[in-house]
């Protein structure tokens, strides 16, 4: 495989990643100020993207928007609930920044991540035609204020979002 194909691959993944943190936050009513995508063949380390946004201090929400990303990843590459391996990898990061929140469950961690893993993955679900909106955008464009992804919901056919 070429390297340019790698690439392709990479920003395609990339992508739908930060798609899918960009249109949890806006679904969960955080604030997004604007999401941004790294071309893989920057020397940026393991940051291929940011998503820029309000700060919450609720566990359940913070959670839900880190997972975000790798959920999006994982409808994406029809892994559907199979949440274990790509921690491992792309979503490194989220799940480092996650579990101060999932930590404040104490005994009930295992749940609370169960619990975010089934609902992020039920909004990303509900709202698929946004994210794959969001994605292609963000492919094209390199970055999206937050008020381009909130109309992009529209576009995809999306109602009623905050």
């Not at 009513?29 to 941004?36: A, K, R, T």
């Not at 929400?61 to 590459?77: Q, S």
């Not at 999206?144 to 905050?162: D, M, P, Q, R, T």
Request: contains cysteine; negative net charge.
């Amino acid at each position: 495989m070429s390297k340019e194909r790698i690439y392709e691959l990479l920003d395609e993944i990339n992508a739908i990643h930060e798609a899918g943190h960009a249109v949890v936050t806006i679904l969960v009513g955080v604030s997004l100020g604007c999401v941004e995508l790294v071309h893989p063949s920057q020397d940026v380390g393991d940051e291929f993207g940011r998503c820029y946004r309000g700060i919450t201090t609720d566990s359940e929400t913070e959670v839900l928007i880190k997972f975000a990303g790798v959920g999006a990843e994982l409808i994406h590459r029809n892994k559907g609930e199979k949440w274990s391996s790509p921690f491992a990898s792309s979503g490194r990061g989220d799940w480092q920044a996650a579990k101060p929140y999932l930590d404040a469950n104490g005994d009930n961690r295992r749940a609370a991540v169960k619990s975010a893993k089934s609902k992020v993955t039920q909004l990303l679900r509900d709202n698929w035609s946004w994210v794959l909106a969001v994605s292609s955008l963000l492919r094209e464009k390199r970055f999206l204020f937050g008020s381009e992804v909130a109309a992009l919901a529209a576009v995809a056919g999306i109602e009623n979002v905050a």
